[in-house]
């Protein structure tokens, strides 16, 4: 009788240890969910310029010559060579949003681009173009978004991002998904608003997380995976646990300095 129980518990365990951690999945109960919907679904999300932020702007038209006093050279940058070859590569002509959000556009002189949208400083720069220009296309791109991913994830660091939109999904993604101990409920996201930090604490665990104000990243985000409570009893455990390997290397050393003192001074008599 006592047999079976104790096959019976060994079942149950042998179960329990096989089956999926409910903290690991991520959106848990997305199915439930009639209709999911984004920030941007309602085509008002758009990241707005910065100071520091470093803007290309391209301005075309039919005829380039119109428009060429608006679009400064491109400059050679040495990449690297030698006395015999050199490499070098054309780079676009930036714009720096300086500390009041304003750029020194060419002809138009100082232009208020802080807190615009992409598309608002691009209409804007249009109207006033096509004062000199007639039916000039604008385009303006940032060179110098990146977000920095850092904690429990597979490979931390500092990413460039190439499009105007990208998600904590996607950065997460392009780190390598969160390592088996990181804390899914638990991700910070901290971002500079114009001076003053905003904080987010990010639970990937359920779906709501798709019309969270966090859901599309901003310049200079950080992102920081905090480690799980598993992860933080092992790191207690292996600090405790090397503080007492040298503790007793440091003891084991020192009894063989004094037995080795005792001993020569035994045959020195």
């Known amino acids: 009788m006592h047999i079976k129980y104790f096959l019976f518990a060994v079942f149950c365990g042998i179960m329990s240890a096989c089956s999926v951690p409910k903290d690991i999945a991520y959106f848990r109960g997305i199915d439930d969910v009639e209709h999911l919907r984004t920030v941007a679904a309602d085509g008002t999300f758009s990241i707005r310029f910065k100071p520091d ?68 400083v691009e209409e804007f720069l249009r109207k006033e173009i096509s004062k000199y220009a007639e039916d000039a296309l604008v385009n303006v791109s940032i060179t110098n978004f990146k977000v ?35 804390d899914r409920k638990n991700i ?51 600090s405790i646990k090397q503080q007492n390997i040298g503790f007793f290397t440091s003891l084991i050393t020192s009894v063989s300095v004094i037995i080795s003192i005792l001993v020569s001074t035994k045959v020195l008599k």
């Open 53 to 120: 932020d470093q803007l290309v702007i391209t301005v075309t038209a039919w005829d380039p010559s119109t428009v060429a006093m608006f679009n400064p050279p491109a400059f050679a940058t040495l990449v690297e060579g030698t006395e015999k070859m050199r490499k070098t590569e054309q780079t676009l002509h930036t714009y720096t949003v300086d500390a009041d959000g304003y750029i020194t556009f060419p002809v138009l002189g100082k232009v208020s681009v802080g807190k615009r949208t992409k598309r608002e």
């Open 188 to 238: 910070l996201l901290i971002r500079d608003n114009n001076g003053d930090l905003e904080r987010y604490r990010i639970d990937f665990t359920k779906p709501d997380l798709f019309d969270e104000p966090y859901f599309y990243l901003q310049q200079n985000d950080y992102v920081y995976v905090e480690p799980n409570d598993t992860r933080k009893r092992n790191s207690r455990y292996d």
């Open 148 to 182: 920095t991913v850092t904690g429990e994830v597979a490979r931390p660091g500092r990413y460039q991002i190439t499009s105007d939109r990208v998600t904590i999904l996607d950065i997460i993604g392009m780190a390598g998904d969160l390592t088996i101990n990181g």
